[in-house]
């Protein structure tokens, strides 16, 4: 099936066709090095991502997909046949991650199977992927704790004497659209069922008072009861991490386009108008709004490409504030400058300056996987395309 072009204006910005191309370029080598050895490709300090030494199947792969991600950006884009051959060269793999190996995954599962499944299907309408988006979604339903409506976040499902009983994380917002997508496939209301409950409960105890967002959230792993925030990305319980905050926005917006339903897009906006509220004039957030002073005050590229499209999920919806897109234009003027984008093709990564953890309260600046692809899905969408997918 012919793939859709995206169709670049001849009025689009300049810096942004230039980093456009930049991740055609670089996802060009990518994809093959990733079809060759697959493996998590997540961050690397020097930009290295193949370096990283976790394999495909290990229950912390949660990043391979952005590069997936990132070539059948590029081939909408381009009809360059190497970028969907590269890509398909993975599908046993994929298939054997939620077959045989199906134990061994978490919630991210969304962020995995929305970028090669679901993306695939909409490209090709090869029912060969639909069948395995499927599958998917089904593993990850089965994460699902009813007595306390949340999807449990990481570990294994038949491991309870874990620390990861019973919590909830911000970023599985991301993983329901795989859910909303399953629902709307198969005709199973369970799938949808199990996403608002989901964003039902985030909504309830993630995001506080003043609109700033908890990292991770804890429920009594046998009552479902609430037992309070916790922390483990960002800089403290109380404090808020930069890019946990964008994945609430972005994620409370395709929430709302899925189901309708304004308390998510409210949600959206006030986490939004807060996230605004607490930029410099650097622009780019630093990786945590309420570092202590002996804090590393690095910034995180990352949440501001994440920040980026959920501006644009705003837009799209018809929500967005004059505050909203102007922040979304000079966000995405910084990522495109030589401060942030790295042009040398024998690095893998694209965008300096993102933030990983490095133990809980701390962090560190690398490229990340994650934000090279959401400022490739950026800079798609600003130049044309219209649908994600998510």
Not at 6 to 28: E, G, H, I, Y
Not at 88 to 93: N, S
Not at 249 to 269: E, K, Q, S, V
Request: aromatic fraction near 12%; glycine fraction near 8%.
């Amino acid at each position: 099936m012919t793939p859709a072009v995206v169709t670049l204006p001849v009025s689009a910005n300049a810096s942004l066709r230039r980093a456009f191309d930049l991740c055609v370029a670089k996802t060009r080598r990518n994809i093959e090095a990733l079809a060759d050895r697959p493996a998590t490709w997540a961050f690397a300090e020097n930009g290295h991502y193949a370096e990283w030494n976790e394999g495909f199947y290990e229950i912390g792969n949660w990043t391979s997909s952005f590069i997936t991600g990132m070539a059948l950006l590029a081939w909408r884009e381009s009809e360059e046949e190497h970028f969907i051959r590269q890509v398909e060269r993975l599908e046993p793999w994929y298939a054997a991650k939620v077959g045989e190996h199906a134990a061994e995954t978490m919630h991210d599962l969304g962020f995995l199977y929305s970028l090669y499944s679901v993306a695939l299907y909409k490209l090709t309408g090869d029912p060969r992927h639909r069948e395995l988006g499927l599958k998917a979604a089904e593993v990850l339903a089965g994460r699902f704790i009813p007595q306390g409506n949340y999807i449990r976040a990481w570990g294994r499902m038949d491991e309870a004497s874990t620390d990861y009983a019973g919590l909830a994380i911000i970023d599985c917002m991301m993983n329901l659209p795989l859910l909303h997508w399953a629902s709307e496939e198969s005709g199973d209301p369970r799938f949808k069922e199990i996403a608002v409950r989901h964003s039902d409960t985030t909504l309830r105890w993630f995001v506080r008072p003043d609109d700033t967002v908890y990292h991770s959230y804890r429920f009594d792993p046998e009552l479902g009861s609430p037992a309070g925030g916790d922390n483990y990305c960002g800089r403290s319980i109380e404090s808020q991490w930069a890019r946990g905050t964008t994945w609430a926005i972005y994620g409370f917006a395709m929430a709302c386009r899925y189901t309708g339903d304004t308390r998510y897009l409210d949600a959206a906006l006030r986490v939004a108008r807060k996230f605004i509220s607490l930029l410099d004039d650097e622009v780019v957030p630093v990786w945590d709004f309420g570092l202590d002073a002996g804090a590393p005050f690095f910034r995180d590229s990352s949440a501001a490409a994440v920040a980026v499209c959920a501006f644009q999920e705003l837009e799209a919806l018809g929500a967005a504030e004059g505050s909203i897109t102007a922040t979304k234009h000079a966000l995405l003027e910084r990522l495109c400058s030589d401060d942030y984008l790295d042009p040398d093709l024998s690095v893998e990564g694209v965008l300096k300056h993102g933030q990983v953890g490095d133990g809980v309260g701390q962090a560190k600046s690398a490229y990340t996987s994650w934000g090279d692809y959401y400022l490739m899905e950026a800079l798609a969408r600003e130049m044309g395309m219209r649908e994600t997918w998510w």
